[in-house]
């Protein structure tokens, strides 16, 4: 029997997603004309893509909640509310308890995604559109299907899944294991491959539109495969428990690390230049600048030898998220710090709560430590203020903010001078910069959000060739990311000499596990990464990569007391947060504990699948 979205559904699709489509008046809805037009299945697409935009979602607090968890991130308006509310404190473990609001609006909405691309799917074989066209739509729509349930199955592992629509009441569902989601993924993306448009289709049939390609699909799977390298990595310090079970990816030709790892690396190179595997056909490459990645200057145009390109068409955005001026992006406008040099931004944050949402002072430093640049003086002596890398300018303010209480600029050397009465510690840290509108104004995000671009797929051949022993590869790939950044100064000037690897940079496979993690983690800042960097390794690499160093950075002298309630969150007494070191508790938080929501009606869950572990439900 023909499925049927309903109308009214449709119709607040139709409506949600205006921006996406022409300027056209669609007249005459009903049951039998929902799917019969190409015009419609488009819809159908922007339908999905409208359900990105949530404050729960990518655009929002499950984003903004998700990196904290990360202990990279920073959250401004926990100094007072800590205590009280669970979804900070649930971070310091790495992790979202099963009471955390956080956890459950950010569930619903993952699914909201799967369901809206199962709706669309479930109904094409009745639309009397051209086969052809259906099965462009379909690979598209399995497309944001899998990415979406890659993002559920790396935040809770085991989970519903769902490849057909089902009332959104409806969530009482077993779970599947997780290498059972990771091979459905896989059966998408593969499908995606062959099925979604070409560049260049994309253009004739939604011209100006950003949408994702077939090259979209090959981008994201050499990320799967290279997720599944990593946890079969740490087989025995993962969410799992080894001793009761132990994940099968024999469907997809895949039985150790080095298996998975073979094919992200077979998969990468399909799409960087240079290589005898790169397909011809993908146009992308590496913008010539870093700082090209997050220009809005509408005149903003660069030509060099592999041609000219624009702030809004550069050649590195595989996939991204467009934001209009009608779509509301809490992460752009919570990422705005208060009267920084050259915002228009003159509220107070610490009751409108923009701003609330940057990295960390020990993120900060890290970065300067690792390619030095200007130290601070006087009692700011033993830290960094700033980077001989390009890329952390390019990144963070912080430099400056203003003073909300003296009006009056006050400069910041981050992360080292004692809080005085006149300076509100909401006000004293690196805010990022990436993801705000032109005109530096709170209101809307106007720049398009990276999902992923091609330098997560040389990073992704990079960790590939590393964990199969090849480093001298490993660093060639991580150097072409290098040679990006060290052009990435102001037109005319020289190149910057950070960052670079020597040769012998990181001889062995672990000590290059450890600097990728970090190189991953300076270039991709603010952009979703973090949880799954610091989560996908195991709970000893967490320990000694997170937990440790930042235990001791928080015990130095110029981050003591004074700084704990501003740079963290509440602790009780003066001592700061101490990160746990046991990897037995730490492994408790490499996944989200199951969501209220679920376990209260989901009844096909018993106590031993509620993955809530020391939390409380």
Not at 506 to 529: K, P, Q
Request: glycine content about 6%; some cysteine.
């Amino acid at each position: 029997m023909r499925k049927i979205i309903p109308v009214l559904l449709l119709a607040l699709a139709l409506t949600s997603c205006s921006d996406f489509l022409e300027e056209r008046q669609i007249t005459g809805i009903n049951e039998d004309s929902v799917y019969e037009s190409e015009e419609m299945l488009e819809s159908g697409i922007y339908g999905i893509l409208g359900k990105w935009y949530s404050s729960s979602g990518l655009l929002g607090e499950g984003f903004e909640f998700l990196a904290q968890c990360s202990a990279l991130i920073h959250h401004g308006l926990n100094t007072s509310t800590g205590r009280t509310k669970p979804y900070y404190t649930s971070c310091l473990l790495y992790s979202q308890y099963s009471s955390s609001i956080k956890n459950n609006t950010f569930f619903r909405w993952c699914y909201d995604v799967v369901n809206a691309s199962n709706v669309l799917i479930d109904n094409l074989p009745a639309s009397p559109v051209d086969e052809g066209y259906k099965r462009e739509i379909e690979a598209e729509a399995r497309f944001y299907r899998a990415w979406m349930l890659f993002r559920i199955v790396r935040v809770w592992g085991d989970c519903p899944l769902r490849t057909a629509q089902v009332s959104p009441s409806d969530i009482d569902a077993p779970r599947t294991p997780f290498w059972e989601v990771y091979a459905q993924i896989v059966e998408d993306l593969h499908f995606a491959e062959q099925y979604m448009r070409s560049p260049a289709r994309v253009s004739e049939v939604t011209p100006g539109k950003d949408r994702a390609s077939r090259y979209a699909a090959t981008a994201v799977l050499s990320s799967v495969y290279t997720t599944i390298g990593s946890l079969l990595t740490a087989s025995d310090d993962n969410f799992w428990d080894s001793a009761r079970r132990t994940p099968d990816f024999t469907p997809l030709g895949i039985q150790t690390a080095a298996d998975a790892y073979t094919l992200a690396l077979e998969t990468a190179q399909k799409l960087i230049p240079g290589n005898p595997a790169h397909d011809p056909g993908c146009p992308y490459r590496l913008a010539e600048k870093f700082g090209d990645l997050f220009a809005y200057d509408p005149a903003f145009n660069r030509s060099g030898e592999a041609g000219t390109y624009t702030a809004w068409s550069n050649p590195e955005k595989i996939f991204t998220l467009p934001v209009t001026k009608t779509t509301y992006s809490t992460l752009a406008t919570f990422s705005l710090p208060p009267y920084a040099e050259g915002t228009a931004f003159t509220g107070d944050l610490e009751t409108t709560g923009f701003g609330r949402w940057r990295p960390n002072r020990w993120v900060f430093q890290k970065w300067c430590e690792t390619y030095p640049g200007e130290k601070g003086t006087g009692r700011a002596a033993n830290v960094y203020v700033g980077s001989a890398d390009p890329r952390l300018d390019l990144t963070l303010y912080h430099t400056q903010v203003y003073n909300m209480k003296t009006r009056e600029w006050t400069p910041i050397y981050p992360n080292a001078e004692k809080i005085t009465s006149n300076v509100s510690t909401t006000h004293v840290f690196p805010y990022l910069r990436k993801y705000w509108s032109r005109n530096y104004a709170c209101d809307y995000g106007e720049a398009d959000l990276y999902v992923m671009r091609l330098a997560e797929v040389y990073f992704n051949a990079a960790e590939a060739c590393a964990e199969l022993g090849r480093l001298d590869e490993a660093r060639a790939y991580v150097e072409a990311i290098h040679a990006r950044a060290r052009r990435s100064v102001a037109d005319g000037a020289p190149e910057a000499d950070a960052p670079s690897w020597p040769s012998d940079a990181y001889g062995t496979v672990e000590e290059m596990r450890e600097a990728l993690f970090w190189e991953r983690i300076f270039e991709f800042l603010g952009e979703g990464h973090e949880w799954d960097e610091t989560h996908r390794h195991g709970a000893t690499f967490l320990v000694n990569t997170v937990s440790k160093p930042k235990n001791l950075f928080l015990l130095r002298p110029e981050q003591a007391k004074y700084w704990t309630s501003g740079y963290l969150y509440p602790c009780d007494g003066d001592a700061p947060y101490q990160y746990s070191e046991d990897p037995d508790e730490v492994r408790k938080g490499l996944l989200y504990a199951y969501p209220n929501e679920e376990l209260n009606y989901n009844s096909t869950l018993t106590s031993d699948d509620q993955n809530d572990f020391w939390y409380g439900i």
